[in-house]
């Protein structure tokens, strides 16, 4: 049986740590399963923003079997794990972090780049967004993300190598000024068009085909991030004009059911991404 | 059918030195093309538009490129000695360690190369961390694929040959047997291994070339 708690909004006090089940035993309180820990301390509280709607947690019965993930608002690296593990039905339990307050669980699982995402597997730590979708792929093999020939399977690796490749160039687009961001938006606009020109078919509606794959989620990000930061800058790079296969592609992926379901809200990422173009700003002005 | 294997690669190339070493492990027939990094050939570039470089597998005419990916390619469609193991967990970190070994240990080892002062002993510092983590993963092994040579030890394979010439050349001490004697003992149970000890580049050659990049890096930092 499956319990279910709804959350509910994050304390400013950062005790949004979900705690680790590990060896302590379990009890049913108001139909969710929590440990004893967490029965005889305040509660814990933390959103997981889908926009209009309040998220909803699904913890599953049985520590061995379970998944957790490990994210943070509005990581596009947290992001395309949660979807993946949406489009192949997998139940799971995940945990907001403080990135300025990280948990022992964090540190203790990824003890190398002590980053998210990172996913638990019936106990096993896997980290690095691309190296856990395939592990989501090979573990849960029931609607396939990727293609099964290895030829088409390379390509799709090929272009989520490139665009992870080329992503630190959008961040520079948003935190720099002047001569440094001309040349960021020159950047940009080069990997778009060699997206445009390479990566996308005309016919297709997904980057493999008519369904939705691993290689749309790891660019998911030029869906909905992208835009942000063209706001916040002021600047637009994805044009539909100038790159008509891409923008399709986007309009196709924001209409997928399991992504809509599932998007950072458009206006609380914009205050996000301006606080950190400020701060990036600020911070180089005053190193001069 | 008889089928057409074909890698691009250079002389020198850490990268395709991969692709070599898995596919002689598989006793795969294949014919090898030699690229000029100077002058690529218009083959290549037609075959990788994306970055115009070595490696690139070419299969049956279908091209593959960058070689963590072809690695994978390869063990795919060629299941004898496999590379990666089957447990999807066990695949993940051997992927997590080789991402660790292209991002974190060859960029401070070659920055720590390259620089001087400074820079040099943070980015040897650094690579000392990432060394030690490494070192780690091989307890128990003699191989980073546990018994025989995988996945991960072609990945981590360049450490074996280029360590040495950047070493030599510059005098630093980035791997000895003190500090990480695990992976001390790991580069020469690799590098002396069957297959692998058959496909090092010369490592006069390989000598030359490195002076030659270092002055030209040196001398491309001091003019900015």
New interface residues.
């Given amino acids: 049986m499956i319990g279910e708690i709804e959350t509910l909004s994050k304390s400013s006090g950062g005790d949004g740590r979900a705690e680790e089940g590990g060896d302590e035993q379990f009890a049913r309180q108001d139909g969710a399963l929590k440990t004893f820990k967490e029965l005889n301390k305040k509660p814990t509280h933390h959103r997981f923003g889908l926009g209009r709607t309040e998220g909803i947690v699904l913890i599953s019965w049985g520590f061995m079997e379970g998944v957790k993930l490990l994210g943070t608002w509005p990581s596009p690296f947290s992001y395309r794990v949660i979807w993946a593990l949406k489009l192949k039905g997998v139940k799971f339990e995940y945990v907001e972090e403080d990135l300025g307050n990280k948990s022992d669980e964090l540190l203790r699982c990824n003890p190398?780049h002590k980053k998210i995402p990172v996913l638990i597997?019936g106990g096993?730590p896997?980290?690095?967004s691309?190296?856990?979708l395939?592990?989501i792929e090979?573990?849960w093999p029931q609607n396939p993300l990727l293609p099964q020939d290895?030829?088409d399977?390379?390509v799709a690796?090929?272009w989520i190598?490139?665009i992870e490749d080329k992503t630190p160039v959008f961040f520079r687009f948003c935190h720099s000024t002047g001569e440094q961001q001309e040349e960021a938006i020159r950047e940009a606009k080069k990997v778009l068009k060699?997206i445009e020109e390479?990566a996308l078919r005309e016919e297709d509606k997904f980057f493999a085909g008519d369904k939705i794959g691993l290689q749309d989620l790891v660019f998911g990000w030029l869906a909905w991030l992208l835009q942000a930061l063209e706001e916040v800058v002021g600047v637009k790079l994805l044009e539909a004009s100038e790159y008509p296969r891409l923008h399709r592609w986007v309009q196709n992926f924001r209409a997928h059911d399991v992504i809509r379901s599932d998007l950072p809200e458009h206006n609380a990422m914009l205050a996000y991404f301006k606080r950190i173009r400020e701060t990036f700003i600020s911070s180089s002005t005053s190193a001069v | 059918m008889a089928e057409e294997v074909k890698l691009f690669r250079t002389w020198s190339s850490p990268f395709a030195l991969r692709v070599v070493w898995a596919l002689q492990l598989k006793g795969i027939q294949y014919e090898t093309v030699l690229e000029d990094v100077a002058k690529k050939s218009d083959v290549l570039r037609g075959y990788n538009p994306v970055y115009k470089k070595v490696p690139v597998l070419l299969h049956n005419g279908r091209p593959i490129s960058e070689s963590l990916i072809i690695l994978e390619y390869v063990d795919e469609t060629w299941k004898q000695h496999s590379l990666l193991p089957q447990d999807p967990h066990a695949r993940a970190m051997a992927r997590f360690w080789a991402k660790f070994g292209d991002d974190k240990v060859m960029q401070s080892i070659w920055t720590a190369f390259v620089s001087e002062g400074k820079e040099q002993e943070a980015a040897l510092a650094e690579a000392s961390e990432h060394l030690q983590k490494l070192e780690e993963e091989l307890r128990g092994k003699k191989f980073f694929g546990g018994d025989n040579i995988g996945y991960l030890d072609i990945a981590l394979g360049w450490l074996a040959n280029l360590v040495r010439v950047f070493e030599e050349i510059s005098g630093l001490r980035v791997l000895d047997g003190e500090r990480f004697p695990l992976l001390f003992a790991w580069l020469k149970e690799f590098s002396d291994a069957p297959v692998i000890r058959d496909c090092w580049p010369s490592h006069d050659k390989l000598i030359t070339k490195f002076i030659a990049l270092r002055q030209l890096h040196g001398a491309q930092s001091s003019s900015t």
């Fill in positions: 190398v597997h096993r896997v980290a690095e691309t190296v856990i395939e592990y090979e573990s290895p030829y399977k390379s690796r090929f190598r490139f060699t390479h």
